[in-house]
DNA sequence: ACAGAAGCTTA
DNA sequence: GTAAGCTTCTGTT
């Protein structure tokens, strides 16, 4: 092996599970020989050794050779006995798998490596060494983190699976620690599959961390002391010497006594009759038939492979080779029924997109008024000038269609690759700026040649999108918005075809997105993304496809937006709808996408610290749980849950699922310990914390930007049926705040240094929207009194005075009183208070008695929405429910109380919505430098420099005291609550 | 690897 | 009883 040359190892064990787990199961046709693992085997290796047309690594290997575990047995078990000791047995029809896949190596001519008492990584790990010492590369194929101690300059990692390279960037990105610390950080965190032990109560964050400020496990070890946090330095002082065995074991030996030299792994060219031979055997058709062509075999000339199949576990019974389990006997069955070519999927399938004729012929003579489009015929933009003469054709036309091209969803996180322009339905023209070359090194090819430089096109892009007398015209502008703006540029004068849509159609079937509204309207079917960029693990990213098809799929975006833009802008209009469009969602877009830029300092520290004690409360109620079940079982599994509690220990079960299984749900489990049951108390506790702990102290520091250090959730307008927004990746419109526990977690919310967070939040909005619309003179009396709005609701109900209410009657009036803006049932509050039916039932009787406008306004609004198919709010936003004639009664009632719901729940969205477009310039005006940060739903978090707080506070809550106004006159005051503190808890 | 169910968090 | 999004488990591909 000399400098240049490139070694391909595969790590045959690994990819065995991986594949056999991942892929359909597969059977042979003529005996039910399972060989799922093996097909899957075979074509990974066929696709690696094809050197011209491998694209997918990107590389060539010259030397190749697959490495296997010899045995479970090896000099692991003599450091520490217990090594992967709770490793069960290989499912059944895997068995006979791992002799046929070294079969298939040997028919690939490939060299089959393994060696008693090593692992296959201990193999990799040396052959790894030898390449590198004789000045060539190497590639593992594999994914296994326990691989990755490896990677550096001439070692890298190939997921055959997910189609991915693992470089340094690639572990320091997944582990927090380049490669060579991975062995320091496996020794802490342990690995329970293996049965590494490491250090209880540090995972992979925490190790990192430890890893950054400490350098190095000894050093960590030596100056353990120095750790702040109680419980974590006595952890890692009392079980340093499990992290020392753990080092050994994770550690791979580089120095194995091999036999075979690299030499010996020179890459043949496959001898293509043995190896068809093979396949023949396996009955792999389609890649029998690839293989014949690419080595000029015939097939038929080919006598396929006797081959002498490894015998299952003996006590299975004799007719081995053949599933015998019941499971596999019904695929092998519905491998041999269905054929392979033949795709599975029933004929019931043609009716699933809910089209019914009628709509569908309205869509076609929509379809028929559109041009033809071609997306041949688009032009790809590969010079300054002709850029130059597009912007200039813009000007000239007055709007553009725009839209980008990147490498993400998260716009924070998105490389541009390119944008395209439309000037006139079908005149579309695409701009690479950062497609990669196919070939290249490990990493990915370097800039294809031939693109506009990215500073030449953005300059002369940038003054065509500031410019206020060209409208540009995009869909989910807010996307392009961030991307642009963190290029330094501005975009003014724009539409937003997504939002449009969403004005004239929130809540009919079908989303607001591109492809659905191309189809819906246009009758168009696009390109999708994923066949140009491909997908799951075949995903390559945009920026690697071919020019040709990104341009067609690039140019289309634009051009379809361009026509959905004619379509949809004249109909806001027509329906009245115009200012909506234009006073609540456009107007929203920059405002959100500066929100989302600039998002919130979220504290590490704190929240692995409360990940910590989490850990620690559940690990203790585990135990607890355990013991009380008597044994140990999947506590978060709601099926083995439901099995002990109603099956072994006999408990009453209370309601069902509609799967057929018994609820567990928090609240039969609170019944049940109400009647001093222990164990389901702890299951509710149990449940809390684990709950607190995935979702919100584990999770959230991984969406901690890398740059900015702050976390950018993204604002998605239209989402919802009313009119709300919705916020995800992650969501910070949940995080908890009823119990003590999760109010802990709004701690690690901050305000930069020298700033405060200002949370300002409407009270009771919903309630006063309806004191507004149903027009109820108490209730306006009472919110103009700024009385007690639940306690005078049970006062009036049940003629109780407000003076020394009991707490229990006031809370029935609260329930009530929301059960109401949810278009109450019987059934629904009856469950909410956990009382009779018939007595909710009474309840509701009374309140309309007491209310009669709350029934009046019901009952008209549900009539409207039958007869118009949608409801409004107060600004006339509409809210369609297209379902709500049903004639399932409990599919129309459903449809109803969303119905009652929306006209609240969507004004007091669009009230909040006003208050926000109007807050910047609010602030500004009285030079304030306050920076709103973060919506949900009914509050406002800023974040504001201290010394302006008590300045700040009159405006916002002045803005938003006032948003309903000029538009809208409230005959109910709005009242708005304001704090500001050093974090998020405190304000609120 | 992916989809659906169950469960839990918020307003 | 309204509106959302995320995680875990489980069965299927």
Redesign the pocket.
Known sequence: MKKGDHLFLVDGSGYIF?AY?????LNRKSDGLPTGAVLGFCNMVWKLMQDSRNTDVGITPTHFAVIFDYSSKTFRNDLYPEYKANRSAPPEDLIPQFGLIREATRAFDLPCIEMEGFEADDLIATYARLAREAGGDATIISSDKDLMQLVGPSVGMYDP??DRQIGVPEVIEKWGVPPEKMIDLQALTGDSVDNVPGVPGIGPKTAAQLLEQFGDLDTLLARASEIKQDKRRQSIIDNADKARISRDLVTLKIDVPVKEGLDDFVLQPPNGPRLIGFLKAMEFTTLTRRVAEATSTEVAEVEAASLVIERADAAHGPDVGFPSTP?ARS?AA?AAGNGAAEP?GGPDSANKDGTTPSLLSALRAEAAVAEKINVDAYSCILDLPTLQAWVAEAREAGLVAFDTETTSLDPMQAELIGFSLATAPGRAAYVPLGHKSGRGDLLGGGLLEGQIPVRDALAALKPLLEDKSVLKIAQNLKYDLVVMNRHGIDVVSYDDTMLISYVLDAGTTGGHGMDDLSEKWLGHKTLKFKDIAG???RFVGFDQADLKQATAYAAEDADVTLRLWRVLKPRLAAKGLASVYERLERPLVPVLAQMEQRGISVDRQILSRLSGELAQGAGRLEDEIFQLAGSRF?I?????L?DILFGRMGLPGGSK?????W?????V?EELAAEGHELPRKI?DW??L???K??YT??LPGYIHPETKRVHTSY?MA????G?L??????L???????SE?RKIRTAFIADKGNKLVSADYSQIELRVLAHMADIPQLRQAFADGIDIHAMTASEMFSVPVEGMPSDVRRRAK??N??I?????A???A???SIPREEASDYIKRYFERFPGIRDYMDSTKAFARENGYVETIFGRRAHYPEIRSSNPQHRA?NE??AI??PI?GSAADIIRRAMVRMDSALAEAKLSARMLLQ????LIFETPEGEVEATLPVVRSVMENAAMPAVNLAVPLQVDARAAHNWDEAH
């Open positions: 991986r787990h991942a892929l359909p199961p699976m997910k499971a695929s519905k599975a997908s799951g693990k999947t978060g599994s709601p099926k083995q439901g699922t509609k799967t057929g299984q609820s567990t749900s928090a609240q489990l509710v449940r809390q684990t709950k607190l995935s979702t584990d999770a998605a989402a919802t049926s009313t709300r919705s916020s995800s990746e992650p969501n419109q949940n995080i908890p705040i009823r119990t999760g329930a009530i929301f059960g803006i949810y278009g109450i049932s059934f629904g509050l469950n909410q208070l459903f109380r969303a719901n929306a729940q949900v739903h009914d509050e």
